[in-house]
């Protein structure tokens, strides 16, 4: 994943994203998180 975000450049070779691509990733330590924000 850190590879495709950008935030890992690779080690060798190249990485090709297709077009119209929208990266959305989620804090899975939710340190971003606010608490009081609901799913609605």
Known sequence: MNLLTGALAP????IKLGTSLQMMTLDQRCASLDPSWTLK
Not at 11 to 14: L, M, Q
């Open 11 to 14: 080690d060798s070779g190249t």
